[in-house]
């Protein structure tokens, strides 16, 4: 029997964002480790954690899931997908297909205090700079946390992560 999510149509999360949200992180779609146990980046391998961990100085990947997202809450940090369903076998963003998209400028519409968008990798950034160019944000492209972006050492890619601290 196939995991949760694997077949059919697959649906993004519910957004994590809150009136005091200053920067909005989108990823694409959630991969079959995050459906499978409703949480944003469960997969082990996938760095998403440890990187913002760091962009906020402190250790994510030790909390709790509910923990995680208090303390992005804390920082005034937002997550959500630029997706909001798709057919895709695996989680490989390049096997997305007959994609909806999420109603990015209407919820930037409703978060008073945002002042950046950050995409998590290139897919994301895509079709979410296409949906938010008139927005007046800034809009941020990082290199993706996944691990199927392993070609960009983890330096580099925290040196990159690291921008957004001025948005906090």
């Known amino acids: 029997m196939p995991p949760p999510g694997s077949e059919g149509r697959k649906s993004s999360f519910a957004p994590v964002v809150d009136s005091q949200t200053r920067l909005l992180i989108l990823g694409s779609l959630p991969g079959e480790m995050s459906l499978a146990e409703q949480r944003y980046y469960a997969h082990p391998r996938n760095r998403f954690w440890h990187l913002v961990g760091i962009v906020i100085a402190v250790d994510l990947v030790a909390l709790p899931y509910d923990q995680r997202l208090a303390a992005l809450r804390a920082c005034h940090i937002g997550l959500w997908d630029v997706i909001a369903s798709a057919t895709r076998p695996g989680s490989l963003d390049a096997a997305i297909r007959d994609a909806a ?28 700079r296409r949906l938010l160019a008139d927005s007046g944000l800034a809009l941020i492209d990082l290199p993706s946390s996944s691990p199927a972006h392993a070609a960009m050492p983890l330096a580099e890619k925290t040196q990159r992560w690291m921008e957004l601290r001025q948005f906090l």
């Open 101 to 128: 998209h999420n109603p990015l400028a209407d919820i930037a519409a409703t978060l008073p205090t945002l002042r950046a968008v950050a995409f998590n990798g290139a897919t994301a950034a895509k079709a979410g």
